[in-house]
């Protein structure tokens, strides 16, 4: 089991930058990925960014290229996003999600259903 623990969220104006933290702990591995993905109220989760642990290729949504920026600390098993340039429609719950097994190219990180484990979500409101 992987336990995931987000951190960072809040509320911002617009404009505005947050980290967001997310911890693993438990049997974590090194040769999967990790993603961020997010839900507005009354939309469907949404894939934002992610990266895979052996080689730090990352994949972005459209929305989140040139304002998010994902990384990893791998000692401390814990992934990083970065949000800049905050807008109205960045309000959402965030959660962090990871995979276990490796991964072959970037174009599965996008998938929800590719991931094994999920956070809780921590709330990030943008306001106008």
């Known amino acids: 089991q992987v336990q995931l623990v987000e951190s960072g969220g809040g509320l911002v104006q617009v404009g505005g930058s947050l980290r967001l933290s997310c911890a693993a702990s438990?049997?974590?591995?090194?040769?999967?990925?990790m993603g961020w993905f997010r839900q507005a109220p009354g939309k469907e989760r949404e894939f934002v960014a992610a990266?895979?642990?052996?080689?730090?290729?990352?994949s972005y949504a459209d929305s989140a290229k040139g304002r998010f920026t994902i990384s990893r600390d791998n000692a401390k098993n814990t992934v990083y996003l970065q949000m800049n340039s905050l807008k109205p429609e960045d309000t959402a719950v965030y959660y962090c999600a990871s995979r276990s097994a490796p991964i072959t190219g970037i174009a599965w990180l996008a998938v929800g259903a590719a991931y094994n484990y999920w956070g809780q979500g921590t709330q990030v409101t943008v306001s106008s």
């Open positions: 438990g049997r974590t591995s090194s040769s999967g990925a």
């Open positions: 990266i895979k642990w052996n080689d730090e290729r990352t």
